[in-house]
């Protein structure tokens, strides 16, 4: 009898914590999104279609397959949308933790990527089934130009290729950031960075199971960061809601005092400023003023 007002005084005080840091309870939530994003990755080239070069009349039977439109309307489109949660929240969690740059600029060209992508695969899931069909109809000719002009024309390369290097670009950033935080573990950045190349540059130019390796060595790499994250973005939240004298973490661990010289000019970022919600925004523009 006497257990029951403590358990409601605990989901009473978790309530009030989830209350006053809402934005770090949707980023440890939002950071899950980003394995999700990696294991779609897998499902989506876990099979490979045949080369339409020389084998237009296999690419059409496949192609107008339903799974061939499944997997790219939910692993694909819907992986994209999962992968633009995903490192949305793992910039804002980098941002937290201090790291400015590297999470604004992983957070705006993985987002970049995603969208691009998404064009592309649009073209996939409903351009290419087209294509298939004609062929299968007896139009071949006519089916083979339309596959060059419709489906690996020009814009559309170069839309891909930019939107694969900006996915590089933004993963191997958050890899970066992971090294270079003592927090959290090097070997899941070093993994993540790795990953995004096998999968974007050498899985995409030679189209076979190396995509399938490199997805599953980012959805363990990002599935490390990601409760990496969460233990240190956590004690950031217990730091906004039960500050040590407005300086330090609970339990008595200070959290220390952050300089920076910019241009001669001192600007310093104290766990005050991490404790206070407003104070937190007023110093990380204060930095991005500095920087400038």
Partial sequence: ME????????????????????????????????????????????????????????????????????????????????GVLGIVAMGIAFVRLGSIRLGLWGLVT??????????????????????????????????????????????????????????ISSLVIFGVATTRRPELPPLAGIGLAISVVLFALIGFALDNWVQTVASLLMLASSTWIVIALSRVDRRISDATIYPVNGRGYPGGRLLPARHHYRRGRHCDLDAEQFGNPQRRLHGIVRRLLLST
């Fill in 110 to 167: 993985g987002v970049a990527a995603n969208v691009l992508l998404s064009s592309i695969f649009g073209v996939a899931a409903y351009t290419q089934p087209a294509i298939g069909r004609f062929y299968l109809a007896g139009h071949h000719d006519l089916a083979q130009s339309l596959y060059y002009d419709a489906a690996q024309g020009t814009p559309m390369v170069l839309m891909a290729l930019t939107g694969l290097l900006l996915l």
């Fill in 3 to 82: 257990e029951r007002p403590a358990v409601k005084e605990r989901v009473e005080t978790k309530r009030v914590e989830e209350a006053k840091d809402p934005v770090g309870r949707y980023t440890r939530v939002g950071l899950w999104a980003l394995p999700v994003f990696a294991l779609l990755l897998g499902v989506g080239t876990s099979t490979h279609q045949p080369p339409p070069q020389t084998q237009l009349a296999d690419w059409s039977r496949y192609v107008t397959t339903d799974i061939f439109l499944i997997k790219h309307l939910v692993a694909s489109i819907g992986g994209a949308v999962f």
